[in-house]
């Protein structure tokens, strides 16, 4: 396959400054795109992104605001209007067990992880004119095994898993292809953003480390790899796939 397989695309990766987004944005640019959108809350991390390519664009955009899709449509809409991927990979994760759970900690994921693709999606359908047109969103093994302390997160991702299936065959008209990356546990900040404290964190990597059939916890680009290559023009034929890129954790 050619370096240049997303030549003259427009590409938009939310939570694109930080971990798995950052690095699929710039896998995108490097393969040629022309543009690559990355939102997020912050920006800081966007504009630390966004230095290490020119064809990333930083947009400061909320997925849980109206007014963020209509930030990210914006943006598409400066450069042609014609959007070609989409990658919903702004998520959060807490570990909070229930007891401790309160009805706002539940929405905030929930709004996060499974409002924001469903209100940028919507928004960004009629821009999705290109032949070939492709959504990719990360989810998680959490969505297939029981999580205890981080039950909401993996629901929320259990609900990304149904969207990905039902938008797969709602948008396969349209010429849109939806597809999905579980990844298993990989090396980014999103332990520590939610709450988990740092020996926590080791603790919580060797175990996971050990019960990892590959034996290693994943790095970012075992899974941006997986991303792109769902997006590109040779998977025309794959859609409503969700792919698990997990080093066997889920066989054991
Ligand atoms: N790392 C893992 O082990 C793992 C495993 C399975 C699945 N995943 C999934 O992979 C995705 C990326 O996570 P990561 O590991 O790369 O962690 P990360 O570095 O914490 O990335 C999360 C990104 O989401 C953005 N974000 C959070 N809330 C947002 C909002 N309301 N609006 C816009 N952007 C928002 C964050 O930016 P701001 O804070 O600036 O908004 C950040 O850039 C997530 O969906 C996560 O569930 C990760």
Redesign the pocket.
Known sequence: MSSKVFADQVVVV????????RAAALAFAEQGAASVII????AE?LAQAAAEHPALVPVV????RPE?AEAVAAAVAERGGQLDVLVH?????AEIPLDDLNADEVRRQLE??VV?PVLLTGRLLPLFTSPGASVVV?????SRLAAPGHSVYAAS?AAVDSLIRSWAVELAPKGIRVNGVA????E???LG?GGVTPDRISEWREGYAATVPAGRI?GVADITSWITRLAEPASSWVTGEIITVDGGRLLV
């Open positions: 939310t939570g694109g400054g930080t971990g798995i987004g939102t997020g809350r912050r991390p955009a909320d997925v849980t963020g990979n702004a998520g959060v994760f996060i992880n924001g990360v989810s998680s093994i959490s991702k990844p298993g546990n990989v980014t900040d999103i953003v994943g």
